[in-house]
Structures are given as C-alpha cells and as structure tokens.
DNA sequence: ACACTGACCACTG
DNA sequence: CCAGTGGCCAGTG
C-alpha cells in the first residue's frame, strides 16, 4: 500500500463522525492542496469498493450530492444520509452548515 | 508522449 | 442568479 492522496483521502473519510458530512475540497485542504478537490472525488469513485469508507457523508461544497450517481442506487445516498440524521431534500442537504464536518479543526 | 476526462472549487462578468 | 474560465493531480486511450 502506498501513501498517497488516496490513503489519505480514506483516512479523513472514515473519521467522518455518523450525522455529519464534509466537501471535496475540504478534503483536499486538509490534504494541502485546495485545488486538488477533483482528485478527492475521484479517489472516492476508486474508495468505494471500500466498506469502511462512508462516501455518502462526502459531498461537494454546495451540499449537493453529486455522487451519488455512483452509489448502487441513486436514492442510496440520501437515504443513508437520512437515516443518520441528515435531512436531505433534492439532492441537497438541509441546513448543510450546520451537518459540516471540518477535518482541519477536528483533526488538526 | 499527447489529449481528454473526472463524485470539484473559487473567481469574474 | 447564471455562465464561463482557470487550476489542481492522476489515470486512461
């Protein structure tokens, strides 16, 4: 296994606390590069085949869930996000500030 | 080696 | 508010 963005990336993920969720380029800020948000996602789509890996708490900055067409189905991920506890209403999280979890403050 | 794509983000007009 | 543009890194054809 080599350390990479991708190791970190699952790192961050699993840590994600259940009823909250972070963005992209949170991730990837925590990681050092802002920019790199693209990879962050991507590095999901390659994460997903990982159990432990709670993508549905990952969603981009506007609260969208963008991913979710990645997900077996394209009601799982709000569904799962409900179930937690986060209200979810066309693909968007509801009240998304206040569900937002910041890896730089909690794991810093 | 080159070009294109991607679960993105922020800025500018 | 919507549309367009640049930037970031890695993988694939």
Redesign the pocket.
């Known amino acids: 296994m080599n350390e ?2 991708f190791e970190n990336v699952y790192e961050v993920v699993k840590l994600i606390p259940e009823g909250r969720v972070t ?3 949170a991730i990837g800020e925590y990681l050092g ?10 590095a ?2 390659a ?2 085949t990982l159990p432990d890996v709670p ?1 549905h708490r ?1 969603v ?3 609260g969208l869930l ?2 979710k ?2 997900f077996t189905t394209p009601t799982e991920m709000a569904t799962l996000l409900k179930n937690e506890g986060v209200n979810v209403v066309d693909e968007k999280i509801v009240d998304f500030e206040k569900h937002f979890w910041n890896p730089m403050l909690e794991l810093m």
């Open positions: 990479n963005f963005s992209y380029g590069s802002k920019r790199s948000a693209r990879m962050v996602g991507w999901m789509a994460s997903h993508a990952v981009n900055a506007k963008t991913g067409t990645h």
